[in-house]
């Protein structure tokens, strides 16, 4: 007799999938094939949903979690409808690799989002000095 997978597996099952596909858009957004405005939507998309900071904060009940479970699918949904299908199969099955693998890139694109947001943080700094000044 089979079991149906619980509702907190299929979660998972989800979100592994999701974090493939964000990884795979990450690829796609590098690839000289795909066209210069799916790669800023993708560059968008993968740099929200590996960013620390939300456009709804996470301790906001029910509101902070909701904008990752509608927003990043919805953005990861409309990139690749910019993105050639025969780029995303190929970025698919290397991002596959990479997510079998066991490879950490949550690790690394969270520190280059860190670095991009204090970059942003640096450059607000100084604009706000010069124009008290």
Same mark, same amino acid.
């Given at each position: 007799?089979?079991?149906?997978?619980?509702?907190? $597996?299929?979660?998972?099952?989800?979100?592994?999938?999701?974090?493939?596909?964000?990884?795979?858009?990450?690829?796609?957004?590098?690839?000289?094939?795909?066209?210069?405005?799916?790669?800023?939507?993708?560059?968008?998309?993968?740099?929200?949903?590996?960013?620390?900071?939300?456009?709804?904060?996470?301790?906001?009940?029910?509101?902070?979690?909701?904008?990752?479970?509608?927003?990043?699918?919805?953005?990861?949904?409309?990139?690749?409808?910019?993105?050639?299908?025969?780029?995303?199969?190929?970025?698919?099955?290397?991002? $596959?690799?990479?997510? $079998?693998?066991?490879?950490?890139?949550?690790?690394?694109?969270?520190?280059?989002?860190?670095?991009?947001?204090?970059?942003?943080?640096?450059?607000?700094?100084?604009?706000?000095?010069?124009?008290?000044?």
């Amino acid at each position: 007799m089979e079991t149906r997978p619980t509702l907190w $597996q299929t979660w998972k099952l989800k979100s592994r999938q999701l974090k493939a596909e964000t990884y795979a858009l990450y690829l796609a957004y590098r690839d000289p094939r795909t066209p210069w405005y799916a790669r800023v939507f993708a560059v968008l998309v993968v740099a929200y949903a590996f960013s620390p900071i939300d456009l709804i904060p996470d301790f906001v009940p029910v509101l902070g979690y909701l904008d990752d479970l509608v927003l990043i699918p919805a953005g990861v949904a409309l990139a690749l409808k910019m993105i050639p299908p025969a780029v995303m199969a190929e970025c698919r099955a290397e991002a $596959q690799l990479t997510v $079998q693998g066991g490879r950490r890139i949550g690790q690394f694109a969270a520190a280059v989002i860190i670095m991009i947001w204090a970059g942003i943080i640096v450059l607000m700094a100084i604009w706000a000095f010069r124009l008290i000044r």
